[in-house]
């Protein structure tokens, strides 16, 4: 991991210069949840411009890291970001508490995030990720293997929600994803063993063989039906 994040920093500094202002990693490779089979390297950078011309410099190194399993880099001004922070508090949050700056100075430990709509974007992911579970399985063949990839796709993201739900509704921040599961569970009575199952199995606790993937599938999605109408019943009152 650490060469490939030193082999990205110098490709974008050499082909970027004095644009390239700071490039910061956040999610899981940042908390200490990070699963080489299973997670991504999650990478932001910020430049001075961002128009076409300075994207289409950067496609060679965008499709360098892709090519090794990494999504392609979220890339902004500073002054983009500003602007954007009550939008995206979501992710915004979660990169001012736990990130590492790979090259430039530390901006986001004096970002100012606004929290009024922070509410409404967790029951607005919450459903726009339901209905992508959803099509996910439709689309999907009817196969073990399958199922379970859509649940390993997705489990993260899910918790990342079930984090900001608890923050929305006035909980505990949680520690870990485990610890965000068990959280929403007893606010609201869901049944969170689809996703522990599912979280075995990431950190290598669990062999697929172990898992009953219809009822895990069937489990999974209820949970997170009624994560999502939680939330949507305490923003409605």
Known sequence: MEAQLKELVDRLKSEAG??????????????GEFHAEHSDLNILCILGQAGAR?????HPITEWWMRRGNPSPLVFTLDELRRSADIFAIELLDMKEKHRILFGSDFLAELEVPTGLHRLQVERELRTNWLRLR????????????????????????????????????QA????????????ASVTGGDP???????????????????????????????VEVVTNHVDAANQS
């Open 54 to 58: 300075e994207l289409e410099k950067l």
């Open 193 to 223: 063993a689809a996703f522990y199952a599912i979280l075995d199995l990431r950190e290598g606790k669990r062999k697929e063989k172990e898992i009953d993937v219809d009822a895990t599938l069937q489990g999974y999605v209820e949970f």
């Open 135 to 170: 099509q996910s399985i439709l689309a999907a063949p009817v196969r073990a293997k399958a199922h379970l990839g859509i649940m390993l796709a997705s489990n993260s993201t899910f918790c990342t929600l079930f984090r900001h739900a608890l923050m929305a509704l006035g």
């Open 18 to 31: 004095s644009n390239l202002t700071t490039v910061v990693l956040y999610g899981s490779a940042a908390s």
């Open 173 to 184: 921040k949680p520690a870990s994803k485990r610890e965000a599961v068990s959280s929403i």
